[in-house]
Nanobody, 114 residues
Framework: QVQLVESGGGLVQPGGSLKLSCAAS????????MTWYRQAPGKQRERVAT????????WYTDSVKGRFTISRDNDQNILYLRMRSLKPEDTAVYYC???????WGQGTQVTVSS
């Protein structure tokens, strides 16, 4: 059974940093590309960043390029999202997702506010 458990969110001031984690289980983590999504209040869920299964290809949405870094540890089955220079518009619930799987974790709330 695929399980994805996000953590690391919180309240941070503008310009601050956070590192999100997604613990994966129930499948061979190193076989799948992984993606971070986010959903802000009243908005549709949007794709933030994707990493290939072998960590050699990364994609970012334009609004986070240069500020966010996606990475993974295939030995520990953990996906990360390092977020720097956070802005109020980054406020959202952040989710990790596996390719070829429709389920979602519970997400982790990120709030950027002074």
């Amino acid at each position: 059974q695929v399980q994805l458990v996000e953590s690391g969110g919180g309240l941070v001031q503008p310009g601050g940093s956070l590192k999100l984690s997604c613990a994966a289980s129930g499948f061979v983590f190193s076989n799948y590309a992984m993606t971070w999504y986010r959903q802000a209040p009243g908005k549709q869920r949007e794709r933030v960043a994707t990493i290939s299964n072998s960590d050699n290809i990364k994609w970012y949405t334009d609004s986070v390029k240069g500020r966010f870094t996606i990475s993974r540890d295939n030995d520990q089955n953990i996906l990360y999202l390092r977020m720097r220079s956070l802005k109020p518009e980054d406020t959202a619930v952040y989710y990790c997702k596996r390719t070829k799987y429709d389920g979602w974790g519970q997400g982790t709330q990120v709030t950027v506010s002074s």
